[in-house]
């Protein structure tokens, strides 16, 4: 009898009553599915590293057939890149939906499925993997997970087919020269996140300044009070109940905004990639989510978690397009009503929003902090492109679809899309082609410049 060596994984931001339900649904559906599979390891969250590790040691002692982690809230990739590397066994990760309510994103689980297969591609570590509800998973579902028949198969980006035109040129040609301003490293465990900026000058021929987070909050506390209340204005202009979050909280996230303003001016910036938690809330007291939004929409975007390579792509796609971007997250997939949905937190630019909601001011889903903007996505046509660097090889990755007049998936700024191809080809793509968590979105059909801006900076490109 194969013998299943769990690790299950939560993290205590998210909501760990409803990761403890989930968890004990997907318990049930393994004993119930799997009469001929033997599971050993832990039945409780491992919350953090410490506990992981303890519980990947006793699975060495267990001699294990399988490693099956459950991904039960978002967690980095960290602790799922040293499972991997330390039991040498067959990998298998199953990840959950949750329901698209209006509300938090509760566990966030499917991002931690998208980052765990970046992590493992650049360790060209094959596994299998499950994105479905433990209340209706079936025994076969079950069975794929350790029988190979959902094991990872890279996907092969190709030449772009089309040749660099004269608009595609002259936005290569706009690159060069521009300055990213990377405050604070990247989260550990974020290898989505990593980057060498000699590389990145030779691909675009971008600059990156490495600035630590206390030169921002240090200007964000010296903020001069009549910058800082012309800022307020401007976000009361546009959220009618900016007067109902913590006015002391607000006060320190719109200080952040002024002072990136700041080093933008000095440091001649066109685009930061922000170390935006936990620090920004933990150490500061103020988030930076509000903040991004309002750059962005004036189109200085903000890449979080110091992701420079997506502050790259959304300067490649804020180029191409003549409008604002939206790096953002994918973070659910629905094959039944052929949809998936984009998410983060509350930094989407002003412009994208659905006309016919409101929008408002609100916090930090996990911190409790503003600033964040809140409202759903507005429909149309929409573009989704990533400069990524899956299997350690830079390719453009490129997608589209329609973004659909729908109610609000998750507060935050989030939008409901249908991809051009049906969410059935469309989710395996996107866990076989190792793809980074952040993908930059912005309105309009803009495929044909994109592969002649490939063409024209020598880009394989991988369209899903």
Known sequence: MPKIGLLPLGRPTFDVELAEAKLAS???????????????GPRDLLMDMEAG???????????????????VTFTDASLIAEAAHSLEKPLAIWAIPEPREGGRLRLNSFCGLNLASHALGLRQQAFSWLYADPDSVTGDQIASLFNGETVTTPLSAAAPDAVANDSAKTVVANLHGKRI?????HPDGFDTCAYDSA????????????????????????ADAAEVAQIRQVAADALPDLDQVDQEELDRS????????????????????????????????????????MLGENKTPCACEADVYGALTQLILQEASGAPVFLT????????DNTGVVWHCGQAPLSMRDETVDPSATIHTNRKMPLLYEFPLKPGRVTLMRISQSFGKTKMILSGGDMLQRPMAFTGTSGVIRFDRAVSDVLPDLINSGLEHHMALTYGDHREILLGIAAEMQLPVLEI
């Open 26 to 40: 997907m318990l049930s559906a393994l004993s119930a599915n799997g009469s001929d599979l033997e599971f050993v």
């Open 53 to 71: 590790r303890q519980a990947v040691t006793e699975l060495n002692h267990s001699n294990i057939d399988h490693l099956l982690v459950l991904q």
């Open 181 to 185: 301003g990377r405050i604070g490293a």
């Open 199 to 222: 590389q990145l000058q030779q691909l675009a021929g971008v600059e990156v300044d490495e600035l630590e987070l206390p030169q921002l909050f240090d200007q964000a506390k010296k």
């Open 254 to 293: 719109l200080r952040l905004k002024a002072a990136l303003d700041g080093i933008r001016s000095s440091g001649n910036y066109q685009a930061f990639a922000l170390r935006c938690w936990p620090e920004t809330f933990t150490e500061y007291g103020g988030a930076v989510c509000g903040p991004a939004s």
């Open 329 to 336: 997250d994918l973070v659910d997939m629905d094959s039944n």
